[in-house]
């Protein structure tokens, strides 16, 4: 789900991300630091006045690799395209 946000908008902060993606800020911590060590997301922190702010983005590694996430579940889930493999 917060790669779906992210590729869908340039950037989103830790709210943002935690309301839209229905997870606790602990979980969000915990998919954002393994998103961000495989290389799939770009997380900046900083300050809004005196408020923390976290802005995350996708990075074009990410990208890549939610398509084609997103191209091997169509197929998978689509029988009349050729994958050339049985499904079980």
Not at 29 to 40: R, T, W
Not at 51 to 70: K, M
Not at 78 to 87: A, L, Y
Request: hydrophobic share 35%.
């Amino acid at each position: 789900m917060i790669m779906t946000v992210l590729c869908a908008v340039s950037e989103a902060d830790f709210l943002y991300l935690q309301r839209e993606c229905g997870l606790t800020q602990g979980n969000l911590s915990s998919h954002l630091a393994k998103l961000e060590d495989a290389g799939y997301v770009f997380i900046e922190k900083g300050f809004k006045g005196k408020y923390p702010l976290t802005i995350c983005s996708s990075t074009s590694a990410g990208r890549h690799a939610f398509r084609e996430y997103v191209q091997k579940m169509q197929a998978w889930l689509d029988p009349r395209q050729k994958t050339g493999r049985n499904r079980s």
